[in-house]
């Protein structure tokens, strides 16, 4: 497992320059515009792990992998374990810029940075399989899809509920919801669709064939 963190985080050293430049440019925005580009840093991170997968599928790089000693549902694993780190790490600096900034401490920052991790914890959940299986082009077309399929349904919803004049905030109010059992649910769910997402990868990693 070491080992292939190792491996993986000097694979994307190269890419290190383009993540310090967006990093200087996103201390130069106005501090407004601080809080979204948490999001954008986040979502740098999580890209990370299906570039070292390419590299790995690249001129049947697999084969000599897994030559190794190293199973399958180690590698796997130290995928998402990879993009974890990097994507925490990415929203965190991105976290402790816009709070520079913004020369304070703002709760909607905050908020904004947890919702992005459990964006990242969905992200790897649907890219790592999809990376596994249908290689590089195919993947990335499926998930940009899947992810604007997402945002369609919920953006009909919306309107929907405007069409229908139904208040919606004024009906989860009404259910009086505790903020941090919505979180605390929130956070199992993430995770369960991740665990799940673990066990599909190593499914279709098992029946691969090199």
Same mark, same amino acid.
């Given at each position: 497992?070491?080992?292939?963190? /190792? ?5 994307? *050293?190269?890419?290190?320059? =383009? ?14 515009? #601080?809080?979204?580009g948490?999001?954008?840093?986040t979502?740098? !991170?999580?890209?990370?792990p ?22 399958? *549902? ?24 816009a709070i520079?900034?913004q ?7 905050? #908020? +904004? ?21 249908? !290689?590089?082009?195919? =993947? ?5 899809g899947?992810? !604007?399929?997402?945002? #369609? +349904? ?16 004024? +009906? ?8 941090g059992?919505v979180?605390? +649910?929130?956070?199992?769910f993430? /995770?369960?669709?991740?665990?799940? =997402? ?13």
């Amino acid at each position: 497992m070491k080992g292939l963190l /190792i491996k993986d985080f000097r694979l994307t *050293k190269n890419q290190l320059l =383009s993540i310090l430049v967006f990093a200087v440019i996103f201390v130069l925005i106005p501090s407004s515009y #601080a809080a979204s580009g948490i999001g954008y840093m986040t979502i740098i !991170g999580a890209m990370l792990p299906l570039s070292t997968i390419s590299y790995d599928q690249f001129d049947n790089g697999e084969p000599f992998l897994f030559s190794l000693p190293i199973t399958r *549902k180690t590698y796997v694993v130290e995928k998402y374990l990879f993009g974890l780190t990097t994507g925490t790490a990415m929203c965190l600096s991105g976290t402790a810029i816009a709070i520079l900034r913004q020369g304070r401490f703002e709760f909607a920052t905050f #908020a +904004a940075a947890f919702s992005l991790l459990l964006v990242l914890f969905l992200l790897l959940s649907i890219m790592i399989p999809f990376q596994l299986k249908f !290689g590089p082009e195919k =993947s990335r077309y499926m998930t940009f899809g899947i992810v !604007g399929l997402l945002t #369609a +349904a919920g953006f009909l919803f919306v309107k929907a509920a405007q069409f229908l004049k139904i208040d919606i905030s004024g +009906a989860l109010n009404q259910l009086n919801i505790h903020p941090g059992l919505v979180t605390g +649910a929130s956070g199992v769910f993430v /995770i369960a669709v991740l665990l799940l =997402s673990v066990k599909i990868s190593i499914n279709i990693m098992n029946r691969k064939d090199f």
